[in-house]
């Protein structure tokens, strides 16, 4: 009896019970080569004194996580606080700006398409493409912001090469550049909201405020939690724009968590105090993964 | 006026969303005029949306520098890592959600279970160890450095799965009786079953690698291999913005009219496919 459960085993067709690896192995190596064991070596990396150009790899427990958090530059914690900045600035823009968009293309009844295609349309740039055309529209002789500023009698300013101004310019182009995905999300959501409740709500005297407040919000509210995540999670790992149109600068007053890591590990190859850096971003980042997470597992039930 | 009155809501709407939209594209506008402008033209004041004299000579000059990467070559390098990326992550994800979608075999649970937590990590815990190794396995600077990695993507997976256990077993269970392989009703029944979620992550998967930035940043350091998003960074170093904007601007243009005619092409796809991700699937 036993022997024969085993046997099947060794069958070399669909019968045998791990025939399903088959198709999974492939993939399998993969995951465990790119993500599962880098994972672990990444928590182990973080513990030693890792340069790729020093001496070799030594054992240090929670030094690298100590030093980030106390060395007298305070680079790492500047970093955070201007990462918390740049998603204190983005995060409601994004989530309520594009509302706003949405709201108004799902409403208006004439070239929609149009509409859609403007505000979608930068998401297709790739990032380096958009920071130079912002830089160059930024620039603070020729830049035609400035030129038009200086028509409405405002003294010209370098946008990127302000402290106060920089930041918020980053904000503005990433607004830009990535508003098309919560516009289209938030777009598909009010097009599932039956038009007969709104209807009802109207026969019964309602205005445009109360069918707002009363239906759009509430059958919106899954959505709009998705894109709140989905921006605070994004908004903590900005890299590319920030690295293109300021470098950091002015000052550091743009330097954020991951091109701080970036620069730790592959300018100046320390490749510990990059691994515990980004355990840390990882730390500020589960909280909000794990209501995403949660939000995906409901989302097959969501039926209005 | 009755008409205006009546319609006054949709009338203010309508200017309303034309200002913003056309807010919306003057950058890109602005960036197609200074690229065909000749360099000398490009500070004047005020600035000219039309340009005097308009000339190729800016997108001559970076399709074949010789000061960096080539914009033919940055084209060739994301070309080729885009689209095998795309059909090798069809082809590696597929076969695993249906192995987790369909078959049953001892740790298929366990397994789906550790794929989708590894979902919580962000991209940068991996990137010091995988880069290590690639380092190591002297896979630097090579066109499997971006590739490869890219494979092991959890979300596909996870997407697929998902998709196709909402779709019917009938026609599976119809096709095994009739004595249909595995694999024939996986290729001939599964596959085109799950179409519009295959499209939507070949879509998802081409335009992420087309334009992802950072990993190339690390792993493509020379010249030759640098993709389309790192070449262009290093045109900012390359040329001088006081006298050759028309050049940097011009390999910008060039590396954002594809994509952009795509999308406008496939603007139904890309549109539905992004509305599929938002908590639909």
């Given amino acids: 009896m036993a022997r024969s459960r085993l046997r099947k085993y060794l069958l070399l067709n669909e019968e045998n019970p791990l025939y399903g690896y088959v198709y999974l192995l492939p993939y399998l190596v993969l995951f465990v080569i790119f993500i599962a064991l880098p994972i672990l070596e990444s928590m182990q990396i973080s513990l030693y004194d890792w340069s790729l150009i020093g001496p070799p790899p030594r054992y240090i427990g929670l030094d690298n996580y100590k030093y980030i958090f106390t060395e007298p530059t305070e680079l790492f914690l500047h970093s955070l606080k201007n990462t918390a900045r740049y998603a204190i600035g983005a995060v409601p823009l994004f989530v309520f700006g594009s509302l706003f968009l949405a709201i108004a293309v799902d409403a208006v009844r004439r070239w929609k398409g149009f509409f859609q295609i403007s505000f979608v349309m930068p998401m297709v740039i790739n990032v380096s493409a958009i920071s130079i055309i912002w830089i160059w529209i930024f620039d603070p002789i020729a830049g035609l912001l400035n030129y038009y500023l200086g028509r409405i009698g405002l003294p010209p300013q370098n946008f990127l090469g302000h402290a106060e101004t920089a930041m918020q310019a980053i904000i503005a182009v990433s607004f830009w550049w990535g508003v098309g995905f919560p516009f289209l999300v938030y777009l598909s959501g009010l097009q599932d909201i039956p038009q007969t409740y709104y209807e009802a709500a109207r026969i019964d005297g309602a205005n445009a405020w109360h069918c707002f407040k009363d239906i759009t919000l509430p059958l919106l509210r899954p959505t709009l939690l998705f894109i709140s995540v989905m921006q605070i999670i994004g908004a903590f790992q900005v890299f590319g724009q920030v690295y293109i149109l300021t470098g950091g600068g002015p000052y550091d007053s743009t330097r954020v968590v991951v091109q701080h890591m970036y620069l730790t590990g592959f300018q100046y190859f320390e490749m510990g105090l990059a691994a515990s850096m980004a355990w840390v971003l990882f730390c500020i980042l589960i909280v909000f993964t794990l209501i995403q997470f949660r939000l995906f597992r409901f989302s097959e039930r969501l039926e209005y | ?281």
């Fill in chain 2, 1 to 281: 006026m009755p008409w205006v009155r009546r319609n006054l809501k949709q009338i203010v709407l309508m200017v309303a969303l034309t200002i913003l939209a056309v807010f919306w594209l003057l950058p890109i506008l602005w960036a197609v005029s200074t690229s065909l402008k000749p360099n000398p033209h490009t500070y004047r004041h005020p600035p000219r949306w039309i340009p005097e004299v308009a000339t190729l000579e800016n997108f001559r000059e970076v399709f074949f520098t010789i000061r960096t990467t080539p914009i033919w070559r940055a084209y060739y390098n994301s070309l080729i890592v885009a689209i095998c990326t795309t059909f090798l992550v069809l082809v590696v994800s597929s076969l695993a959600a249906y192995a987790l979608a369909r078959l049953d075999f001892p740790g298929r649970n366990v397994v789906f279970a550790i794929i989708v937590s590894s979902l919580l990590i962000p991209g940068q815990i991996t990137l010091i160890p995988v880069f290590l190794r690639l380092h190591r396995w002297g896979w630097l600077n090579s066109y499997k450095a971006l590739i490869v990695p890219a494979l092991a993507g959890p979300f596909a997976v996870f997407l697929l799965r998902q998709f196709m256990l909402s779709v019917p077993r009938d026609l599976e269970d119809a096709a095994r009786i009739d004595g249909c392989s595995r694999f024939r009703i996986f290729y001939t029944i599964v596959l085109p079953l799950i179409k519009p979620a295959l499209t939507t992550l070949a879509i998802f998967t081409f335009f992420g690698s087309w334009n992802d930035f950072m990993w190339p940043l690390i792993v493509m350091t020379r010249r030759d291999m640098m993709t389309l998003p790192v070449a262009l960074q290093a045109y900012l170093a390359a040329f001088n913005y006081m006298i050759e904007a028309g050049y940097i601007l011009a390999a910008s243009v060039a590396a954002t009219l594809p994509p952009a005619v795509f999308f406008l092409i496939f603007r139904r796809y890309i549109i539905k496919g992004i509305a599929l991700s938002g908590l639909k699937f």
